[in-house]
């Protein structure tokens, strides 16, 4: 039986259950409520479907909500390929980089709380970063201005990743192997091997994000899942994000896949994409979390509600504005991830947001603030449409990008008003 069958016998409330058992996130509407039409939404599942067909990828889940109404939630394929499980609407996915708003808004709350300023220097809170230097052919040279807390939240701050560049800092990096120990090892890691460029002067994705988490531990004086789960996780009812998933919900873990040479699918490689079986002692705010679609659509939903969710207001509409609006100057903008052009999107404080929605091969809206995460999750926020798109599957790394532009465009495709 089909989930819009079960849910219109249901009162709207996310109290109410999908057929597997999972309560939804949001209310359940009727799409022409929401504006869209019912019969073309329809072609979504179709449309995923033939990617776990064509043996592209596992398994998909997928959903849209609009006006604070979700109007499609569906999964096809399978939580694993080779025993044969099928995808539940409530299964737990690595959502990698799409941590990284997650972290973004707990650093905003502290911004809100008078804890920190945007504008404050990060060694003022990290000691190990204050004898910073920049790459130079040359030897390393002085930094010209300290990285701010804004730096790290726009990816200005001229840190990098390691396993994603080609730079000679992202072989130091490498080499230092930065992720072995915790979040303050990984800092005083990272505080002794140059930056790829003077902070502020290019946009680069790194450990940023990972450097905030450390922050948020040294200002809250928790660690940073402790602060999370109190300050956002438990407020938006994201009962089942978390940096690890325990034993009573590992039946619910979907499994990774790469593609092989032969482009048949293999698990993926554990090293690279985590059994997450317990606790990790590195905390990657950056890209360590673990969550479900029912958790994420909800924390989408309070952004698109100006920091608010069931009368929970964990950030003002002001700060999420300014976390939604381009902060980057024109010459970074597009930004770039090693070789991918993200063609019309600059950056604001957590998420890419775009400014030229004339560059971007999908139907979209300037304004719109999204990001993805590595093992081929993605989310999309439309303040103009009031609008949100959520795609979930895993695939690391992410060899059909296509997914999400095919989803996203059937999805713009489907609003009449």
Same mark, same amino acid.
């Given at each position: 039986?089909?989930?819009?069958?079960?849910?219109?016998?249901?009162?709207?409330?996310?109290?109410?259950?999908?057929?597997?058992?999972?309560?939804?996130?949001?209310?359940?509407?009727?799409?022409?409520?929401?504006?869209?039409?019912?019969?073309?939404?329809?072609r979504?599942?179709?449309?995923?479907?033939?990617?776990?067909d064509?043996?592209?990828?596992?398994?998909?889940?997928?959903?849209?909500?609009?006006?604070?109404?979700?109007?499609?939630?569906?999964t096809?394929?399978?939580?694993?390929?080779?025993?044969?499980?099928?995808?539940?609407?409530?299964?737990?996915?690595?959502?990698?980089?799409m941590?990284?708003?997650?972290?973004?808004?707990?650093?905003?709350?502290?911004?809100?709380?008078?804890?920190?300023?945007?504008?404050?220097?990060v060694?003022?809170?990290?000691?190990?970063?204050?004898?910073?230097?920049?790459?130079?052919?040359?030897?390393?040279?002085?930094?010209?201005?300290?990285?701010?807390?804004?730096?790290?939240?726009?990816?200005?701050?001229?840190?990098?990743?390691?396993?994603?560049?080609?730079?000679?800092?992202?072989?130091?990096?490498?080499?230092?192997?930065?992720?072995?120990?915790?979040?303050?090892?990984?800092?005083?890691?990272?505080?002794? !091997? #140059?930056?790829?460029?003077? @902070?502020?002067? %290019?946009?680069?994705?790194? =450990? $940023?994000?990972?450097?905030? /988490?450390?922050?948020?531990?040294?200002?809250?004086?928790?660690?940073?899942?402790?602060?999370?789960?109190?300050?956002?996780f438990?407020?938006?009812?994201?009962?089942?994000t978390?940096?690890?998933?325990?034993?009573e919900?590992?039946?619910?873990?979907?499994?990774?896949y790469?593609?092989?040479?032969?482009?048949?699918?293999?698990?993926?490689d554990?090293?690279?994409?985590?059994?997450?079986?317990?606790?990790?002692?590195?905390?990657?705010?950056?890209?360590?979390?673990?969550?479900?679609?029912?958790?994420?659509?909800?924390?989408?939903?309070?952004?698109?509600?100006?920091?608010?969710?069931?009368?929970?207001?964990?950030?003002?509409?002001?700060?999420?504005?300014?976390?939604?609006?381009?902060? !980057? #100057?024109?010459?970074?903008? @597009?930004?770039? %991830?090693?070789?991918?052009? =993200? $063609?019309?999107?600059?950056? /604001?404080?957590?998420?890419?947001?775009?400014?030229?929605?004339?560059?971007?091969?999908?139907?979209?809206?300037?304004?719109?603030?999204?990001?993805?995460?590595?093992?081929?999750?993605?989310?999309?926020?439309?303040?103009?449409?009031?609008?949100?798109?959520?795609?979930?599957?895993?695939?690391?790394?992410?060899?059909?990008?296509?997914?999400?532009?095919?989803?996203?465009?059937?999805?713009?495709?489907?609003?009449?008003?």
């Open positions: 039986m089909r989930l819009v069958t079960v849910v219109a016998l249901c009162s709207v409330s996310v109290s109410c259950r999908s057929p597997s058992g999972a309560d939804l996130p949001l209310p359940w509407g009727d799409p022409a409520d929401a504006g869209f039409s019912a019969e073309r939404l329809e979504i599942r179709p449309a995923m479907q033939r990617y776990v064509e043996g592209l990828t596992g398994g998909i889940v997928t959903m849209v909500a609009r006006r604070g109404l979700l109007v499609h939630w569906e096809v394929g399978f939580r694993n390929i080779e025993r044969q499980q099928a995808l539940q609407l409530d299964d737990l996915f690595r959502i990698c980089s941590s990284k708003p997650i972290t973004s808004v707990a650093v905003m709350m502290l911004v809100e709380d008078g804890e920190i300023s945007l504008d404050d220097p060694s003022q809170y990290l000691p190990a970063l204050e004898d910073l230097r920049v790459y130079s052919s040359d030897g390393p040279v002085p930094l010209t201005s300290a990285i701010t807390i804004e730096d790290l939240l726009k990816h200005t701050s001229g840190f990098t990743y390691g396993p994603f560049g080609e730079t000679p800092v992202d072989t130091l990096y490498r080499r230092a192997d930065v992720f072995s120990g915790d979040l303050q090892n990984l800092v005083e890691e990272v505080g002794e !091997l #140059p930056l790829l460029g003077q @902070p502020g002067s %290019i946009w680069n994705y790194g =450990v $940023s994000t990972d450097v905030l /988490g450390r922050v948020v531990e040294v200002v809250s004086g928790q660690p940073l899942d402790e602060f999370l789960k109190l300050r956002v438990a407020p938006l009812g994201m009962q089942d978390d940096f690890f998933v325990p034993p919900k590992s039946s619910r873990f979907t499994t990774v790469s593609t092989a040479a032969d482009s048949s699918l293999v698990e993926g554990a090293s690279i994409c985590g059994s997450y079986s317990a606790r990790p002692p590195l905390l990657l705010g950056g890209g360590g979390l673990v969550s479900t679609a029912h958790d994420y659509i909800r924390f989408a939903q309070m952004l698109l509600n100006g920091g608010e969710l069931d009368g929970h207001q964990l950030l003002s509409p002001e700060t999420v504005d300014l976390m939604s609006t381009n902060r !980057l #100057p024109d010459e970074l903008v @597009p930004i770039r %991830i090693g070789e991918w052009v =993200v $063609s019309g999107y600059g950056f /604001g404080l957590g998420f890419s947001v775009l400014t030229d929605a004339d560059a971007t091969p999908v139907p979209d809206n300037n304004g719109v603030f999204r990001w993805l995460g590595y093992a081929a999750t993605y989310f999309w926020i439309d303040p103009a449409e009031e609008l949100i798109g959520l795609a979930m599957t895993q695939l690391a790394p992410n060899t059909h990008p296509e997914l999400e532009a095919e989803f996203q465009t059937l999805v713009y495709e489907a609003l009449e008003n």
